[in-house]
């Protein structure tokens, strides 16, 4: 019961106090560059949720299965890389053939994300802070969650930006970088709520 | 020595992860069937989206599915759906070849503003401020939205309207989607007449808005002698399938928003004379409400649909007398 309470307390810190996009700058770049319009960034936030919480599992495998027996966990940030790389292209393959709706909801966001830093972030924040599997898999998919959230706000104010009246030397992706900072200070709010 | 073991040790998982990639890449290999791709190069390859799937290839995909028809392609036209049903082995279906048209005219002259509206040149976003600065609320913005997105340059706005030019207009009905007032609607290419109108207030209201509003007095069904035309919701709209081309609702239309495309009619469009006996029509209208309209208060509240035909332009008619009365103190 303990166990399940510290696993949520951690889900909820990843979500909004250690937000990836917010506070700790992982993944600005399909943030910015597919917060577009809200059905992308909810397309791209479903694809990183699907793939952090799964490479959370399998890296964690790799590295107490292979790395740390073979003593060679300083070679982790590469061997992470591999093992993502390798399992985005069989994930992708597994739902061409059996879950083609999945697939086309995913569509081309899943091979984007392939070596994405938020995907390797989570991978490698897991074994920093010494997870089990079970802390491994339930931080990654808050921390995708986290993610998914930021880039769905993001794409709601863009929406609004359009209609924005900006001096020209503002408009577009100035613009965008300065609503981007605005919103991580909202963020940094939550920095106060310390849950351990 | 240590490098040597991270080298081996890593092409060995490497080879691995290669060997699972190549097995998997066999084990959940998906059959294309041959036959999508040949759709696809056979279509015109515009991804329009007038088919109502996303582009092209998911267009030809949708048609060896069965999901859609041989002949759902309407811009490839006639030529294209032989092609296809040629890959597909079976027969077509008949094209009709449609074009979009703006359900309005309402311009700057004869439609009345609401507003002064200054912000960005958008119809959406004149819409979110209190629907459009147009006092009808099913009047065209006029910021030309739809000819922006228009993929072959097709429409251009004119008065304050926007303008769909037939000739250039292969009905893929992207501007349909991006109306915001959805007041534009594909008719058959050969569409003979159409009604320039899509306001669905009463034509007492419309009247004091727009002088190019249906009123919905039903003249024009009374005229048509093939039935096609039905009033609903006071607004005209026409059945192409029963249309016979005779132009007569033209002709009739008291305020002139039925339009007749170019030698489309048998009937010659009604020239300056016509227009003016159209008005005389109006006031003949007019004065025949004013000896009637004894109880237009009871009748107000009663939707046109529900009265019957004879009397549903009188009532019609002796509504404005009413409402003209009630702007006063």
Redesign the interface.
Known sequence: MEQLINILLLMLSSVLVQNFIFSKFYGICPFLGVSDKPATAAGMGMAVTFVITLSSAATWAVYYGLLVPLELTFLKTIAFILIIAALVQLIEMFLKRYLPSLYQALGIYLPLITTNCAVLGAALINIQNGYSFLYSVAVGFAAAIGFTMAILIFAGVRARLQFADAPKSFQGMPLVLISAGLIAMAFSGFSGINFF | MDIL??LL??AG??MV??L??AV??K????KVDPRIPEITDVLPGANCGGCGFAGCSACAEAIVSGAAKTAACPVGGQSCADAIAAIMGTQTGTVTRMRAQVMCSGGHDNAKQKYLYE??H?CA?AMRLGGGPKECPNGCIGFGSCALLCPNHAITVENGIAVVHADKCFGCGICVESCPKRIIKLIPFDAPVHVGCSSLDRGSITRTYCEAGCIGCMLCTKVCESGAITVKDSIASINYDLCTHCGKCAEKCPRSIIFVEEGKCTVAPPAPQAAEDAQNVTEAIREDAKQNADAPLQTKDTPADTVPQESSTANEEAVPENTENADLP
């Open positions: 073991f991270a040790c890593f998982i490497s992860l290669g699972m990639l998997a890449s084990i959940f290999a998906v912000g960005p958008d976003a």
